[in-house]
């Protein structure tokens, strides 16, 4: 049978849906003069609408057939395998049907004939199904894009039709954001449910001690396993504070130079570096860090007599600062640049000097942005995670001193799920518990930042 | 009559472009000197030079003297950022700072440290709003944002603020253009009033204004001064046929 591949029948459906946009703009002129009047918007609106109407519907149809169409066929046969031998398990029918599979995607071979047939009942499954799905999908446009045509009459306001639609997609769109963001909230949420049937959520919470190995199999002998969070939730915070100590206070002032004083010419050769720059890929900052900050640091440890480990949370936060500096005063640059002229003029005017208007007019003006600017980065310190294995260490101590090595958050979690994992276990499942307090912590954070700056906003339009 | 600012053979180029040619005006002090022209001769240009704003333009260059109190202002002596204490300025769209009422017109004399205390600075601002008439409408508010108040309200709250740093002269750019009849008439009936302490020059494009509120004017076309002198004798009988049809309403 003839098979219609996805990329050619949404070509079809563009062709149709021109179509009926071209139709739509014709007929709407014949029935507005057939009754001499003229039609409430211009011709354009009503082809619009048609298009929207036809086009989106079909292609969201076409979406949901692509994603559901497969798993449908595939208990369809899994059914058909059952009914060929009704004492079969589920899991056994399972590894049949994924052998079919295989086969008829001629990934393997097989000489057993019944799997044979099946497969090729599967490939022609899948035929049909294309076929289908082409030929509902354009159907469903040509329909709409009929019904939509027919139903449009000259005293309609179409724009405003038109309008609906794409407010409609606006709205979905933001609600598929805010849907996505609520759905990984609440499997976060349920995973460390269960981690705290395992364990008592205050001693997790409030615990001090970290140390996650647990026996996995009954045979081994092993520790009985502790999590307290407080070690890591330190460590992240210490590393983040390092890092927020290099960055703030230089992020923020190389966007003021940036902004305010700089010349032109050196602004358009520095802004993009910024850019550049905030785009490097952490794991580089990483070796960096681990490969030239964190041995330097100790020599100077060394030549000043202090002991300093060769995985520090000072080295990682400093690099981690140096990796933020660009964020900082890139986005920090935008929003003071974003404070109207008319302002300076202002100051300027009054006899004030220019460092006297940035600190008194431009930074309490573009506070709101600057805290924005700044709770990005310190999101970022948090969740960072690649400079802090490379160059912070795994060990979760209990210290808030710079020069020893200390672990994260995010690290731990890493740690956790990474190798073969099965997810039953006290230890794996501890890495849900630490992702959802991270969680917390970091929503805290906002909360508390964003009710700061509101607090303190000066508005100016 | 004294004269307040002189200005010989002053020339302004922004970049190649020359916006100001060859302009000699006195202003004179304690008195309303009014800008006319039409749009883009070069008024706000040369209001600009008066207090150095300019400076703040990469591109613009400005030869020629501009004398103030016989003293050069582009000389080696003046720093540009007491200049414009001395010779304050209000825009043509009101700007106030996104700050309280009283924080409005407390921040030139905190720069500049013109109160020694709290008290001392209370008294100013509430001068600088009795002066700008604005102390009935404003004084249960003087926390409030000023940017809550009206296009007409701010653009007092503006002279106010420029007043409060006792400037000797005030630039005004079109600061009428932005609001109805009522609030252009509290404006002008407070520069009446202040006329008689501080040198005041006004870029407008409201002829009738020009004539109620100056007392000499200055007409500016393409760059250059075409006839400056008493506002009666310019819009009674004006001596250039490019003034006459300009304030005829000929060319605009
Ligand atoms: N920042 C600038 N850069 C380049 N050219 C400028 C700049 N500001 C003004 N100009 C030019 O200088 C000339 C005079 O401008 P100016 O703003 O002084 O006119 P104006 O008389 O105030 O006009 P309007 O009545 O419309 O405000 C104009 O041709 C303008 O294009
Ligand atoms: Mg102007």
């Not at chain 2, 249960?140 to 701010?154: F, H, I, N, V, Y």
Request: charged residues 15%; neutral net charge.
């Amino acid at each position: 049978m003839f098979s219609l591949p996805l990329s050619f029948v949404f070509i079809i459906l563009l062709c149709v849906s021109l179509f009926f946009y071209y139709y739509s703009k014709r007929t709407i002129v014949e029935k507005a003069s057939s009754i001499g009047k003229k039609a409430k918007t211009l011709p354009v609106y009503y082809g619009q609408n048609a298009f929207l109407w036809s086009f989106f519907p079909a292609c969201i149809f076409l979406i949901f057939l692509t994603v559901s169409g497969p798993n449908y066929i595939d208990q369809i046969f899994f059914s058909k395998i059952q009914d060929l031998n009704p004492k079969f398990n589920s899991s056994f029918i399972d590894l049949i049907l994924s052998k079919v599979i295989n086969v008829a995607n001629g990934k393997i071979e097989t000489d057993d004939q019944k799997i044979i047939v099946l497969a090729n009942d599967y490939l022609s499954a899948f035929e049909k199904f294309y076929f289908y799905r082409g030929l509902g999908a354009v159907l469903c446009c040509a329909l709409l894009g009929l019904i939509v045509t027919a139903r449009q009459k000259p005293s309609v306001n179409a724009r405003d039709q038109v309008q609906f639609f794409m407010v409609s997609i606006f709205f979905i769109s933001a609600l598929i954001a805010i849907l996505t963001t609520a759905a990984i909230i609440f499997s976060l949420f349920f995973e460390s449910l269960r981690f705290f049937n395992l364990y008592n959520v205050f001693d997790f919470i409030f615990g001090l001690h970290w140390s996650p190995n647990v026996a996995i199999r009954t045979d081994q002998v092993a520790s009985e396993g502790s999590f307290g969070m407080i070690p890591v939730l330190l460590g992240t915070l210490l590393i983040s504070f390092i890092a927020m100590c290099v960055a703030i206070p230089i992020g923020l002032y190389s966007a003021i130079y940036l902004a305010e004083f700089a010349p032109s010419k050196v602004r358009d050769y520095i802004k993009p570096t910024l850019e550049i720059l905030a785009g490097i890929p952490t794991v580089v900052y990483g070796y960096f860090a681990a490969l030239t900050a964190a041995p330097f640091l100790r020599d100077i440890g060394a030549f000043v007599g202090l002991d300093v480990s060769s995985e520090s949370a000072l080295a990682a936060g400093l690099v981690m600062g140096i990796m933020i500096i660009p964020f900082i005063s890139s986005l920090s640059d935008d929003v003071i640049r974003a404070v109207p002229q008319s302002l300076r003029d202002g100051s300027m005017g009054l006899g004030a000097t220019k460092a006297e208007t940035v600190y008194r007019v431009i930074i309490p003006a573009a506070f709101p942005g600057l805290v924005g600017s700044i709770l990005l980065a310190v999101s970022r310190a948090i969740g960072e995670t690649m400079i802090v294995v490379m160059a912070a260490g795994l060990s979760a101590k209990l210290t808030v001193n710079p020069l020893e090595s200390v672990t994260t958050v995010t690290v731990q979690i890493v740690s956790l799920l990474t190798g073969d994992t099965e997810f039953d276990n006290i230890k794996t499942l501890s890495a849900f518990g630490l992702g959802i307090s991270l969680f917390f912590f970091t929503l805290i954070l906002n909360i508390i930042a964003l009710t700061v700056s509101r607090r303190l906003a000066e508005n100016y339009d | 009559m004294s004269i307040k600012f002189k200005a010989e053979k002053v020339d302004v180029f922004y970049n190649e472009k020359q916006a100001i040619n060859n302009i000699s005006l006195n202003i004179e002090k304690n008195m309303i000197t009014a800008l006319i022209g039409p749009s883009g001769c070069g008024k706000s240009t040369f209001l600009r030079c008066l207090n150095r704003m300019n400076d703040v333009i990469d591109s613009c260059k400005i030869t020629g003297n501009i004398l103030l109190d016989n003293e050069d202002i582009y000389g080696p002596n003046i720093d540009p950022v007491d200049l414009r204490a001395r010779v304050g300025m209000v825009f043509q769209k009101p700007n106030p700072f996104p700050k309280t009422i009283f924080e409005n017109i407390a921040y030139g004399p905190r720069i500049h440290g013109l109160a020694s205390n709290n008290k001392e600075l209370r008294e100013i601002v509430f001068n600088s709003l009795e002066k700008a008439g604005l102390i009935d409408e404003v004084k249960d508010r003087l926390d409030d944002q000023a940017t809550g108040l009206s296009g007409g309200q701010q653009q007092r709250v503006c002279i106010a603020r420029a007043i409060a740093v006792s400037p000797e002269v005030i630039l005004m750019d079109e600061p009428c253009s932005a609001l109805d009849p009522i609030a252009t008439a509290k404006i002008e009936e407070l520069m009446n009033e202040i006329s008689q302490s501080y040198t005041i020059v006004i870029v407008t494009h409201s002829m009738q204004q020009a004539a109620r509120v100056s007392k000499k004017t200055a007409f500016f076309h393409l760059g250059e001064l075409i006839e400056y002198g008493d506002t009666d004798k310019i819009f009674t009988k004006p001596k250039n046929q490019k003034t006459l049809d300009y304030i005829t309403g000929r060319f605009g």
